[in-house]
């Protein structure tokens, strides 16, 4: 059975930096693509980026598209976020989802597995 668990949120300034990491288990992870998402109090799950299964690709919301890099390691199993002058608005809890699919990274509906998230507070 496939597992994630996400690492690495805590509280920060605003213009300050976190690493989120994604540890994954119970499978092989290179056939994997790998998303993160964020989801405030009282809104939606939102996408925030993705890699393919060898890093060849990224995806971003255009938002943190200049700020935050996401990248994997397939020796490791970990996906890394490194998140670059955050915002208080970008306060959330950070999920990672695999799944096997490349397709329309950016739908929640379209990853079949989900680790228990870690909270990001920006403070103001």
């Known amino acids: 059975q496939v597992q994630l668990v996400e690492s690495g949120g805590g509280l920060v300034q605003t213009g300050g930096s976190l690493k989120l990491s994604c540890l994954f288990s119970?499978?092989?992870?290179?056939?994997?693509?790998v998303g993160w998402f964020r989801q405030a109090a009282g809104k939606e799950r939102e996408f925030v980026a993705a890699?393919?299964?060898?890093?060849?690709?990224?995806f971003y919301e255009d938002s943190v598209k200049a700020r935050f890099t996401i990248s994997r390691d397939n020796a490791k199993n970990t996906a890394l976020l490194q998140m670059n002058n955050l915002q208080p608005a970008e306060s959330a809890v950070y999920y990672c989802?695999?799944?096997?699919?490349?397709?329309?990274?950016?739908?929640?509906?379209?990853?079949?597995?989900w680790g228990q998230g870690t909270q990001v507070t920006v403070s103001s």
């Open positions: 989802a695999a799944d096997p699919s490349l397709s329309t990274v950016q739908d929640p509906e379209n990853h079949a597995y």
């Open positions: 119970g499978g092989t992870f290179n056939m994997y693509i």
């Open positions: 890699i393919d299964w060898h890093g060849h690709r990224s």
